[in-house]
């Protein structure tokens, strides 16, 4: 018959630890102590609570394998401690105490019927081969896990270990081996979680999202990782970001939990705090597009949102890679933001430009000079007053993104459309749009504000049209000018370059060798 009988209680990722254990425990003391390992102790057709409460009962000590790995109150686990508190009195020696053997140093101090043992185990253990991780794991007379095993020692045999020479050596023979088989367990876990992509984590309420605006709640949580945020101009520092956790699950079928370090803070104060910075409202729009189509009835990820960091060198593309809906409405999406390729430029400088030029130029017509875009000004009362919010959200972010790419290409400068215009026809263009653009932006605000009535709403869908229109009656003729001053350029080019070919051409000889008669 036992003299000590022992339950084991672990999660389901120290199973193998859990193997280890119990296994040095028969070895030790053979026939006189009784494991229940559920593994191994529970048989089918059995009540399972009814023959676990029965074990607890039964126990004269509960061991706990408690690696860190998160686990609810109500699980198993949970239970079991419960109900042997509940069940148990501490007495001196073992009997009566849950001792939950631990993987780190950090653990609480030993007190009433709780006793923690930590193994000890070094990082470094983890990256090394079996052999070399034997060769530096010491068992030392004052290892917690060898008083332990003395303590059970005492309790079976009423021997003290340390008395025992021959004994204790063996005692420190199988706590080693237990230690190395507790090393190649954790090796199979996560050393780290690195982001080599920047990414947003965003919880929101898709009950609390105005269709017709395409913007988050202000009381959405914006999680940042891997500095994302800086991508707004926002260092990861800043005191009204607050510190947070995020954890994901790494790889399918692992229940282990990557634990990442992140910065997070509400959608309305990350929106203030941005709001003077003049790609706010491209970076807001861009992002709301793709997070609210996560919540969406019929999920149809919008992933070709393309942003500009506020630096204005780079760009990224927003990929939604996770989408979780709860039946209370809230939505958890996570938003990579993937860097976009970036041609190099080759070539001579002043060619390039020439290509940029025409980017820039074309975009602009393409945008409010021709009949069928979205914002000729023609198609402006097509939208209504229920999809202005929203088309006023899009228009200023194309001119944000406008902006961006004329500073991408140096253009932002007036003085590099010299080599395209006369600087005076450039001036009388910008004193035509400047003012245009100015209350376009206004308008758009305007139409964006929360509570806009539906007669507000209707002005400003006029007046915007007003603008609009004078946009496509004043600048067609600048626009037009700066085009054919692009295509005059382009075509010099094609005939330098066809010159530069007639000249380079070798002349045929004739079939006798000679030079060919004139």
């Known amino acids: 018959m036992a003299k000590l009988n022992v339950f084991t209680s672990y999660a389901h990722e120290d199973r193998k630890i859990t193997d280890a254990l119990c296994a040095m425990l028969e070895d030790i003391f053979g026939e006189d102590i009784h494991v229940f390992y559920d593994k191994e102790s529970l048989h089918a057709g059995e009540d399972i609570d009814e023959k676990i409460q029965e074990e607890l009962r039964k126990a004269d000590t509960m061991l706990v394998i408690s690696t ?8 198993w686990t949970g239970f079991e401690l419960g109900f042997f508190a509940a069940t148990h009195e501490s007495k001196p020696g073992v009997r009566g105490k849950v001792i939950s053997i631990c993987t780190h140093d950090d653990v609480p101090p030993t007190e009433g019927t709780r006793r923690f043992v930590p193994l000890n ?15 530096s794991i010491e068992i030392s007379d004052d290892d917690e896990l060898l008083q332990l095993i003395g303590d059970l020692v005492l309790e079976i045999d009423g021997v003290k270990l340390g008395e025992k ?45 105005d269709p017709s605006r395409d913007d988050l709640p202000p009381e959405a949580t914006i999680i940042s990782v891997g500095g994302a945020i800086g991508l707004f101009g926002v260092p990861n520092n800043h005191p009204g970001l607050s510190d947070m956790e995020a954890s994901e699950i ?68 927003l990929i939604l890679t996770t989408s979780t809906t709860f039946y209370d409405g809230t939505v958890e999406a996570s938003v990579y933001l993937v860097e976009a390729f970036r041609r190099k430029d080759y070539g001579r400088q002043d060619t390039t430009l020439l290509l940029k030029g025409l980017h820039i130029v074309c975009r602009f017509r393409f945008l409010f000079l021709e009949s069928q875009s979205d914002f000729y000004w023609f198609n402006i009362e097509g939208w209504g007053t229920a999809r202005l919010p929203r088309m006023a959200r899009q ?23 010299e080599v395209f215009v006369s600087i005076d026809d450039f001036e009388a263009m910008m004193r035509t749009w ?46 037009s000018m700066m085009l054919g001053a692009i295509a005059k350029k382009l075509a010099d080019m094609a005939h330098t370059a066809q010159d530069t070919a007639r000249r380079s051409e070798i002349p045929a000889m004739p079939a006798g060798g000679g030079p060919e008669p004139k």
Request: aromatic share 4%; hydrophobic share 40%.
């Open 250 to 317: 790494v790889l399918v079928g692992v229940r282990d939990k990557g634990r990442l370090k992140a910065k997070g803070m509400k959608w309305g104060q990350l929106r203030e705090l941005i709001a003077n910075d003049p790609l706010a409202l491209h970076w807001g729009a861009a992002l709301c597009q793709v997070v609210i189509s996560a919540g969406a009835s019929t999920f149809d990820a919008d992933n070709s949102q393309v942003i500009v960091a506020h630096s204005g060198d780079k760009r990224y593309r």
């Open 68 to 75: 860190g790995v998160m686990r609810a109150s109500h699980s």
């Open 395 to 417: 228009l200023l972010a194309e001119l944000g993104l406008m902006q961006t790419e004329a500073q991408d290409a140096e253009l932002h400068k007036p003085g590099t459309w």
């Open 121 to 135: 185990i070094e990082s470094e253990l983890l990256d090394v081969d079996p052999v070399r991780a034997g060769q």
């Open 165 to 209: 020479k021959a004994r204790r050596d063996e005692c420190k023979k199988h706590a080693k081996n237990f230690k190395l088989a507790v090393v190649e367990v954790f090796k199979s876990r996560i050393k780290e979680v690195r982001k080599p992509q920047k990414q947003f984590l965003i919880r929101y309420n898709s009950k609390e999202v």
């Open 434 to 479: 400047k003012p245009l653009e100015t209350e376009i932006r206004k308008l758009c605000l305007r139409a964006m504000e929360p509570g806009a009535d539906e007669a507000s709403l209707s002005a400003t869908l006029v007046e915007l049209k007003q603008q609009l229109k004078l946009v496509a009656q004043r600048i067609t003729v600048h626009n």
